[in-house]
Every structure is written in C-alpha cells, then in structure tokens.
C-alpha cells in the first residue's frame, strides 16, 4: 500500500509567521499535487509538481518536489489567517497510456492562523 | 462554466439499507472519480470513470459501485450501509489525460445510523 505521511498534522500559528509542511513517502510518484480544503467544501487544487527537484511559488506559497520523487513540502511565508484550512499532499502514478489517475493523499494537516 | 455539482449535500440512512448517491461532471470533462473522506482523514480513491466505463478501482468492497452516463455524469451506489460508511463522499471531473487539473465537487455527508 502508498502511504503519504504528512506532518505535522496540526499546526496553530500567529499571524505574520512561517510554517512548513512535509508530505513523505517510500513510493515514487509521477507527480505531486497540494490542495486546500475548506469546511463543507471539497478539495482545491493549488499545484502540481513533476520533475525531481521542482520548485513553484504561488504568492507566499512555495512547493518543492524532492528529487527522487518521494517526498514535498509547503512553504508558507507570513501566513494570514485567511490561509486557515486543511493542506492535502496527493500523489499520482501513471499507468501506461491511460488515463487511470488514482490519487493517493495524505491524512492531511490542519492550518490555523490566528489573527 | 458550470463546476462540479453533488447531490444530495447531507443524507442520514440506517444500516443496511442502501443509498445513491450523484454527481454531476463540470462542463468538458469525460473523467469522473469518486473518493471517501472519513473525519480527519484525506480522501481515499474508490473508482475511476472514463466514457462510462470503469478504469480503476481502490480498495473498497464490491458493495460500492457506480456507472457513468453518456452526459458524464455519474452515480455512486453503495449497498448494506454499516457505520463505517459514515463520511464525506467527494466526486471529481477532469478531462481525459492524468496531468489536467482535476475539479472537485462539495461532497455528500453520509451518516450511517
């Protein structure tokens, strides 16, 4: 079985501060998706990184995909409080020509930023 | 356009009994994915739908099962409900291609009494 471990799985933290979240796994993945979901709402994508050694930034979010493919972090940069939600790491794992795309995802990690 | 719409939002059922469940894909996308979300879980993939047939499957029982419509929009059925079927049931649309972004719907809280 895939397991995505993500840590920590909570995370409380004032205004104006950093945090970053790992996403770890013994399997390698294609590529590595984060999301963000809030309360009575699904999943949103906000990345998905491919290659081995990537780095995206999105505003004060930067996303980096290990080099063997197994692991990735989320890097918050003066994180507000309008960040506040669950933070899900998923990987896929192509099948050959397919469009099979199972997502595997991590338990997840709950953001709170107080004001 | 239109994004992913689940319904119904809440549903309570007893055990045993059986339940339907509906979603339906955003404009454009031919590739509908259902997931359950247990509380203070992420999502675990319970199938995959590309043109109506199925083309990947989690580890769920057979009791769990779906169809996908010529419109793509789609169905999740789940027979002889027990507790542990409680949870947020999430459906997600794309197009064709692992890499497109994949949309997600709201989701159908289920409570299993």
């Known amino acids: 079985t895939q397991l995505l471990e993500q840590s920590p799985q909570f995370l409380s933290i004032q205004e104006g501060e950093n945090l970053t979240v790992y996403c770890n796994s013994s399997s390698v993945f294609s590529s590595l998706q984060w999301y963000r979901q809030e309360p009575g709402e699904g999943p949103v994508l906000l990345v998905t990184?491919?290659?081995?050694?990537e780095v995206k930034k999105l505003k004060r979010l930067t996303f980096q995909f290990g080099d063997a493919r197994k692991d990735s972090s989320l890097h918050i940069t003066a994180a507000q409080p309008g960040d506040t939600g669950l933070y899900l790491c998923?990987?896929?794992?192509?099948?050959?020509?397919?469009?099979?795309?199972?997502?595997?995802f991590g338990q997840g990690t709950i953001l709170t930023v107080h004001p | 356009e239109t994004g992913v719409t689940q319904s119904p939002t809440h549903l309570i059922k007893t055990r045993g009994q059986q339940v339907t469940l509906r979603c339906s894909s955003q404009?454009?996308?031919?590739?509908v994915s259902w997931y359950q979300q247990a509380l203070g879980q992420g999502p675990q993939f319970i199938f995959q739908?590309?043109?109506?047939?199925?083309?990947g499957r989690g580890n769920f029982p057979p009791r769990f099962s779906g169809l996908q419509f010529p419109n793509y929009s789609s169905e999740l059925n789940v027979n002889a409900l027990e507790l542990d079927d409680s949870a947020l049931y999430l459906c997600a649309s794309r197009r064709g291609g692992l890499n497109e972004k994949l949309f997600f719907g709201s989701g159908t809280q289920l409570s299993v009494l």
């Open positions: 998923a990987g896929a794992k192509n099948a050959g020509g397919t469009s099979y795309g199972k997502l595997t």
């Open positions: 404009s454009g996308h031919n590739t």
């Open positions: 739908y590309y043109r109506e047939e199925e083309n």
């Open positions: 990184v491919v290659t081995g050694g």
